[in-house]
């Protein structure tokens, strides 16, 4: 079920009382405000799906109200319906025309008032998702991917990735997978700070820069990804178009030959380690800093040799975001916990999925978030 | 969005709301930016209130502090709950930022605890 959040303006405490309490019953989170000064310093707090408001109320009204709300770019596309005794066509109208979706009589049984907002706002949802999907289409045709579709295959490794986005939209995460030889690859896991379309569109740029900044440092016979992460920093803070922008960064090569693992990485979160022979989980922190922030992100490289059996996980920090009944919190060690009873098994990838990324899980999504998986196995002749 | 009080010789900037999110960073960093330009250069800023933070307002936070940086001023940060000093540290951010348990004395070309 999507939480749905709604604020109540009335200077009738008992009509918002009322109220409140059959929508907190439908699932919904609701602020109130006794007048008008009261909802404009909700609102710089928290952005409602809806908003619900009465016409007369002292010092300030609901057309007032209105009239504030529209002038405001981060408030005016919030629905607002008006809820009033007054049965007066005129006002009606009026209210109307300052682009108020609807208009609730006070009259109304209180379970029509939430059945009329339930159906707005799904109403909207469905809209804006066939928007979005439009997008997403179009994006699709441009061949304008962040996540890739499939994973390389190596021989005696198994590498899968998993990624969800937050509420349909794309975000900053960002995978990708390059092939240099028979023996080498690179595995990127990156996710621009901010949400949504912000970052989606500029987890382009930090993956144009990732994949050339690999090219060419291949050229050169440079496949250390510390190395590689310095060069990519560098770029990216003499970017005046990034220069704001903020990104992770784990840079992992897989060497086939020596069974090896090279990482590196930026502002990350630490990659998970299992090792089978101790059945000993543990995890790697790296040392450098997110990319864009300074010209020496203090870059250095972990070698990790893997034995059968071995597997290592790199995350989004989507992974560690929880929404919990008190609210939202950040919170590693709790995503580690949750990962280590399905570590080291045959099936660990498929019990990640189903576990972390089923359908249900993602009402408690706060973030776009993603989770690349990497085993040792036999090698197939 | 935030508070502004004057400790010693710097400045301290509380957070008034308890999730620091993307809803939010846009304003956040416009009020930070507008306290460094107009010569609050040296900003504490203070997270008593806050109870989960988001990358995009890690992002704006940043993005503050290189504004700082440029105009020769600092800032750093105070009163993260646990969840959050975990993400600094998880995430290096306790590099970029000087981060303060209990309120520093003064800035002096760097912090005084």
Redesign the interface.
């Given at each position: 079920m999507i939480v749905k959040k709604i604020l109540l303006v009335d200077d009738d405490r008992f009509i918002l009382q009322l109220i409140c309490r059959a929508l907190v019953l439908k699932g919904f989170i609701c602020f109130t405000a006794n007048s008008v000064k009261e909802a404009l310093e909700i609102l710089?707090?928290?952005?409602p799906d809806i908003i619900l408001s009465d016409y007369s109320m002292p010092e300030m009204n609901g057309f007032e109200f209105r009239k504030v709300i529209l002038t405001d770019n981060?408030f005016k596309n919030i629905p607002f319906v008006f809820f009033t005794s007054f049965a007066d066509e005129e006002l009606m109208q009026k209210g109307l025309d300052m682009q108020a979706i609807d208009y609730i009589d006070k009259n109304t049984p209180i379970a029509l008032v939430v059945s009329k907002l339930n159906n707005i706002l799904d109403t909207i949802r469905k809209q804006h998702e066939k928007s979005l999907f439009e997008i997403g289409a179009a994006a699709e045709a441009l061949n304008l991917r962040s996540v890739p579709l499939d994973s390389p295959a190596i021989n005696g490794f198994k590498l899968n990735f998993l990624y969800q986005t937050y509420e349909h939209y794309p975000g900053?995460d960002f995978i990708d997978f390059i092939t240099i030889d028979e023996n080498n690859t690179f595995v990127i896991l990156g996710?621009v700070?901010?949400?949504?379309w912000g970052?989606w569109f500029f987890s382009f740029n930090f993956l144009s820069y990732i994949r050339s900044a690999i090219r060419l440092c291949v050229f050169d016979g440079n496949l250390s990804p510390a190395s590689i992460l310095n060069k990519i920093n560098r770029i990216v803070c003499l970017d005046p178009v990034l220069?704001?922008?903020?990104s992770?960064l784990s840079l992992i090569r897989i060497d086939k030959t020596t069974s090896s693992v090279y990482y590196a990485g930026a502002?990350?979160?630490?990659i998970i380690f299992y090792q089978k022979s101790e059945r000993k989980t543990s995890t790697i922190?790296s040392?450098?800093?997110?990319l864009g922030?300074m010209e020496d992100g203090?870059y250095e490289e972990d070698v990790l040799k893997l034995a059968n059996g071995d597997q290592l996980i790199v995350v989004s920090?989507g992974m560690i975001?929880f929404e919990e009944y008190?609210?939202?919190?950040?919170?590693?060690?709790l995503f580690l916990n949750k990962l280590k009873p399905v570590l080291g098994r045959e099936d660990t990838y498929m019990q990640i999925k189903k576990k972390m990324f089923s359908d249900n899980k993602k009402r408690a999504v706060?973030?776009d978030r993603s989770l690349i998986f990497i085993q040792k196995v036999e090698e197939h002749c | 969005?935030i508070e502004i009080t004057t400790h010693q010789n710097y400045y301290i900037a509380k957070i008034?709301?308890?999730?620091a999110?993307?809803?939010?960073?846009d304003?956040f960093k416009q009020e930070i930016i507008n306290e460094l330009d107009s010569g609050h250069t040296h900003i504490l800023i203070s997270f008593e209130n806050v109870?989960?933070?988001?990358?995009?307002f890690?992002?704006a936070l940043?993005?503050s502090l290189?504004h700082a940086m440029a105009m020769g001023g600092d800032i750093a940060v105070y009163g993260l709950n646990e969840?959050?000093s975990?993400?600094f540290e998880?995430?290096?951010?306790n590099?970029?930022f000087k981060v303060f348990k209990d309120l520093p004395g003064s800035y002096q070309a760097g912090w005084i605890a």
């Open positions: 710089y707090e928290h952005v981060k900053g996710d700070m901010g949400k949504k970052a220069g704001d922008v903020l992770t502002g990350d979160l630490p922190q040392n450098g800093l997110l922030i203090l920090d975001d008190e609210g939202k919190k950040t919170d590693y060690i706060v973030d | 969005m008034k709301f308890a999730e999110n993307m809803e939010q960073s304003l109870n989960y933070i988001d990358s995009s890690l992002g940043v993005t290189k969840n959050i975990q993400l998880l995430i290096r951010m590099k970029v």
